[in-house]
């Protein structure tokens, strides 16, 4: 188990980055951690909650995956522009198909690696990328035909809001499978629809432009006029050709990395956090996080199709070349692969913290701090003899003006179940669930953990605690239970 790797995880560290997750891609691995890896989610492979995270490990397929297929496409591409295949019609498939996956599809395996559940093998990625692609396709031509946009002359905008409204469906979708109910899931699935979404586009493209630089001999028959121009004739067709479709083939394939496979990938890993409280609901698209990673889509897919030509006759020339530059030189594709990798760091810390608490939970031991026999929340001035750690006060309408205090080896659980709660409340009280939040003492450290409520816990500033996942608390700190009302002041 990767011990410190989660530790700084589940304790918000500074320290943790991509070069955390990605310290392990040149380690060498043995055979049966290749055999392991590619066993993942067949049969009996699929760990319990409580073995997941000791049997995960690090990505590092993905890196090797991508040089193999990237050296099988370029070579494709070389024995094509040489005209040492111009004879096998069928190598035109491989040169639209297999580049255009390479990338997305490398990205598209590290989600899977990132996978920690190991629920999902290798050939369910691989079908649901297929059937992700194909349905968000589809419902991107649906929406084109039956919705009107009032803006569909600004190309830059009319493109990336039906795909990412179709992108998104079709991800909701396939994640309301029972199977799935942790946020790296929903970073797999939606990973899985954008590299499918990403790759029939690109191949489309690739296709669109190889056909519209041929030189077409006969007119009247089109596709006797295709072979003429590919081989026959002085050639000039087939080059043209060739030229346009390995410029679409590298621009769109190697920068599939910060393309549908990402921002699918965002707005999936919010859902896939969601889906760990139940089923998606409606009330799942008014939700934070959702909102964020959705918009957050929307705006590198509208900006990474702007041009700098829109703005000619409203910004001065100067402006309007520079920015064209920068599509030129590729400066704004950078940006906005490095912004969207960043953006996707912020959720997949959410869903490797999640999954934390998840192994946390399944092994807890039986102890008298444990769900079932909480120690008994003392009043102050009780059992003098052994020091409280920190004190906690009912500033706010439930058990106002009683104050609790937390020694070491014991916790405050807070609830309605009498059962399982020694801060307890009422059984009609709204918005706090049976089991609400606790207060314990973990690694010689005071933290407060919501214990997945209903209508959650926040601190003063509204900020929620996201279920199950210890914050630390230091000096003078408030929360409250599902409303301000219910407050609660900290002192350590």
């Known amino acids: 188990m990767n011990t410190t790797f989660f530790e700084k995880a589940s304790n918000l560290s500074k320290d ?23 066993l993942k989610g067949m049969g009996n492979h699929v760990p319990s909650p409580a073995q997941m995270l000791r049997q995960w490990q690090k990505p590092w397929l993905f890196l090797w995956a991508g040089a193999i297929g990237l050296a099988i496409a370029l070579i494709s591409m070389f024995l094509w522009n040489s005209g040492a295949v111009y004879s096998i019609p069928a190598m035109m498939l491989v040169l639209f198909i297999v580049p255009a996956f390479v990338v997305p599809l490398a990205v598209l395996i590290f989600f899977w690696e990132m996978d920690m559940t190991g629920s999902s093998s290798i050939l369910d990625t691989l079908m649901m990328m297929l059937v992700g692609g194909i349905l968000s396709i589809a419902a991107t031509g649906i929406f084109h035909a039956f919705v009107t946009l009032p803006f569909t002359d600004q190309a830059y905008i009319s493109g990336p809001l039906p795909e990412e409204i179709a992108k998104f469906l079709v991800v909701w979708l396939l994640l309301s499978r029972k199977k799935f109910k942790y946020g790296v899931q929903g970073i797999l699935v939606g990973g899985a629809v954008g590299v499918g979404f990403s ?20 007119a009247e028959n089109a596709f006797e006029g295709m072979l003429s121009a590919m081989f026959g004739g002085d050639g000039s067709g087939i080059t043209l050709a060739t030229q346009a479709m390995t410029d679409t083939i590298l621009n769109r394939g190697i920068l599939a990395i910060g393309g549908h496979v990402l921002w699918a990938a965002l707005y ?24 964020m990673t959705f918009s957050g889509a929307f705006l590198l897919h509208t900006v990474w199709n702007f041009s700098g030509v829109a703005f000619l006759g409203i910004l001065p020339e100067g402006v309007v070349l520079f920015l064209m530059k920068l599509d030129a030189y590729y400066v704004k594709y950078i940006l906005l692969i490095v912004l969207g990798w960043l953006l996707l760091l912020f959720i997949m810390r959410k869903c490797i913290r999640q999954m934390v608490a998840v192994e946390g939970f399944y092994n807890r031991q039986p102890e008298g701090t444990g769900y079932g026999g909480a120690a008994a929340a003392r009043p102050a001035g009780a059992l003098a003899g052994n020091r409280a750690i920190l004190t906690v006060r009912a500033t706010g309408q439930l058990n106002h003006g009683k104050i609790y205090e937390l020694s070491a080896g014991g916790s405050l659980i807070f609830g309605r179940d009498p059962q399982r709660a020694n801060v307890a409340f009422p059984p009609d009280t709204k918005g706090v669930s049976g089991l609400h939040c606790e207060i314990k003492i973990k690694d010689g450290i005071p933290v407060l953990i919501d214990r997945n409520s209903t209508y959650g816990t926040f601190f003063s500033n509204g900020s929620r605690l996201e279920p199950n996942v210890p914050y630390k608390i230091k000096g003078h700190v408030k929360f409250y239970l599902a409303r301000p009302e219910n407050q609660f002041d900290i002192q350590v």
């Open 268 to 291: 999936g890993g919010a859902l896939g956090l969601l889906k760990y409280k139940g089923k998606l609901s409606l009330k799942s698209l008014v939700d934070p996080l959702v909102i």
């Open 199 to 218: 790759a029939i586009e690109s191949a489309y493209y690739a296709w669109m432009n190889f056909m519209q630089k041929l030189d077409v001999v006969a």
């Open 16 to 38: 943790f980055s991509w070069k955390d997750i990605f310290s392990d891609v040149f380690k060498p691995h043995t055979r049966e951690d290749r055999s392991r890896l590619m």
